[in-house]
């Protein structure tokens, strides 16, 4: 019974290890599309939607609505920068473990490709990943 506990331990820490490894893969993914589809609406019109700059948000359904093509008013090409599914009017787009990513819009800094895809984040277990 003791090895059978210990082998039970030692596959439950594997298990958790991996879990942990999907939800940091799964976050560092959804954080490139959201960061490219800023890019790509800046550049597109040259400025962030308004009310936007200089101010740090939460990535809501509203927030995130200048990215949807059926936003007329703040994407007059309708174009689809980012594919996600919220339900409106507020749904938020949440990390892996529950919380919503949060942005902050620069007043002074433009984006460029180069510093637009350089993104630290910090995950729970303090793992650090950098692009």
Same mark, same amino acid.
């Given at each position: ?10 596959l439950?820490a594997?298990f958790?290890?991996?879990r ?8 560092e993914?959804q ?9 790509e ?10 009310g ?6 939460t ?7 200048p990215?949807?093509?059926s936003d *007329?008013?703040n !994407?007059?090409?309708? +174009? ?7 339900q409106?009017?507020d &749904?938020?787009y949440d990390d ?5 990513y949060m942005?902050?819009f ?5 984006? *460029?490709?180069? !510093?637009?895809?350089? +993104?630290?984040?910090?995950f729970p277990?303090?793992?650090r990943y950098? &692009?």
């Amino acid at each position: 019974m003791v090895i059978g506990a210990i082998l039970v331990a030692i596959l439950g820490a594997a298990f958790l290890e991996a879990r942990q490894h999907a939800k940091r893969a799964r976050a560092e993914t959804q954080l490139h599309e959201l960061m490219k589809a800023w890019t790509e609406y800046y550049v597109q019109y040259g400025k962030w939607p308004p009310g936007y700059e200089g101010t740090e948000k939460t990535m809501s359904y509203s927030t995130l609505s200048p990215l949807f093509a059926s936003d *007329t008013v703040n !994407n007059t090409n309708a +174009i689809p920068f980012i594919n996600v599914t919220l339900q409106p009017p507020d &749904q938020e787009y949440d990390d892996p473990w529950g919380h919503p990513y949060m942005i902050r819009f620069g007043a002074a800094l433009t984006p *460029t490709y180069e !510093n637009a895809l350089r +993104i630290s984040v910090g995950f729970p277990n303090r793992d650090r990943y950098r &692009q």
